[in-house]
């Protein structure tokens, strides 16, 4: 059964800093771009950050690109999200998602997906 588990979310102020994981089990994630997607309430899914397959190219979202880096480690079948900078407008659940693509932002073309992590930014 594959799976996708992220963890790392949580409550911080604006400013700073938060580090999001996601763990695969059933399936090789060497085979596999990864992306991180975000949606807040009333929202649609957002593309965060694509990572290659062997962690070589990587792409971040206009709201996010300086301040979010996208990581993975397929030795440990895992990936992560870096997330500084924060402001209160990040505040949404976070997922990981796992695609065939060789890249792609779109949601659709995404096949495998983790339960989401809610992510709140707040004084």
């Known amino acids: 059964q594959v799976s996708l588990v992220e963890s790392g979310g949580g409550l911080a102020q604006p400013g700073g800093s938060l580090r999001l994981s996601c763990a695969a089990s059933?399936?090789?994630?060497?085979?596999?771009?990864m992306g991180w997607f975000r949606q807040a309430p009333g929202k649609e899914r957002e593309f965060v950050a694509f990572?290659?397959?062997?962690?070589?190219?990587?792409w971040e979202g206009d709201s996010v690109r300086g301040r979010f880096t996208i990581s993975r480690d397929n030795a440990k079948n895992a990936g992560s999200l870096q997330m500084s900078s924060l402001k209160p407008e990040d505040t949404a659940v976070y997922y990981c998602?796992?695609?065939?693509?060789?890249?792609?932002?779109?949601?659709?073309?995404?096949?495998?997906w983790g339960q989401g992590t809610q992510v709140t930014v707040s004084s």
């Open positions: 998602a796992a695609s065939s693509s060789v890249f792609t932002t779109s949601p659709d073309n995404y096949q495998f």
């Open positions: 059933g399936l090789d994630l060497s085979n596999y771009a």
């Open positions: 990572i290659s397959k062997n962690g070589g190219a990587t």
